[in-house]
Structure formats: structure tokens, C-alpha cells
């Protein structure tokens, strides 16, 4: 099991950039696929991106709406997971979650970090 704490939330102004971290304790998260999502006021949960480990390399992989503005990553040392966003839209207003993928299913979450972009 793992536990996931995020942190780096906050008010900003569009065009700016923040970054999200995820902390996670317990098993190491490079044992997991290593995903973000985002859930707007009145809207569905909504997937953002992911990062998952071949062992040798990481990969990512992330939503047509954010793909060239929002970066995820991954420090070993700190068994944390980053989400740099940057050019950020009203939009993106959102509570930001980091989950952790186990037998193709993300099990275990993060209770989230508010993200608000203002115009």
C-alpha cells in the first residue's frame, strides 16, 4: 500500500505556472503508474497525465488539454511525483489529484490540492 500527500496548490494568474507535488510514503511508488487528474466544480473527474517506469526509463503520457504545457516527473531520492504546469488557463481551475496504478487500477489517492487560475 501507499500513501499519497499532495501539496503545491494555490491562486495564480492565467498565463503563470505551478508545481504540484505528490509525496508518497510507504512502497515506493516506482512500483506504480503514477497518474494526475483534476475534478472542476460541477464536472467529472478528468485525467491528466501519467508517468509509469520500464525500469530502465520513465514514460509519460497526458491529455490532449494539457499536452505541451504540463510536465509530470519524478524524484527517486524523495519518492515524489511532480506535475509542473505551465501557461496556465482559467481552465485549469480545478482540485488536482495524484493516484497510484496497480493492476490497471488507480487504487490508492491523494485527498488533493486546490489549483485556481484566475483571469
Known amino acids: 500500500q501507499v500513501q499519497l500527500v499532495e501539496s503545491g496548490g494555490g491562486l495564480v494568474q492565467a498565463g503563470g505556472s505551478l508545481r504540484l507535488s505528490c509525496a508518497a510514503s510507504?512502497?515506493?511508488?516506482?512500483?506504480?503508474?503514477m497518474g494526475w487528474f483534476r475534478q472542476a466544480p460541477g464536472k467529472e473527474r478528468e485525467f491528466v497525465g501519467r508517468?509509469?517506469?520500464?525500469?530502465?526509463?520513465?514514460?509519460?503520457y497526458y491529455a490532449d488539454s494539457v499536452k505541451g504545457r504540463f510536465t509530470i516527473s519524478v524524484d527517486n531520492a524523495k519518492n515524489t511525483v511532480y506535475l509542473q504546469m505551465n501557461s496556465l488557463k482559467p481552465e485549469d481551475t480545478a482540485v488536482y489529484y495524484c493516484?497510484?496504478?496497480?493492476?490497471?487500477?488507480?487504487?490508492?489517492w491523494g485527498q488533493g490540492t486546490q489549483v485556481t487560475v484566475s483571469s
Open positions: 510507504g512502497r515506493t511508488f516506482s512500483n506504480y503508474v
Open positions: 508517468i509509469g517506469s520500464t525500469g530502465r526509463t520513465y514514460y509519460t
Open positions: 493516484a497510484a496504478r496497480s493492476d490497471n487500477e488507480y487504487r490508492y
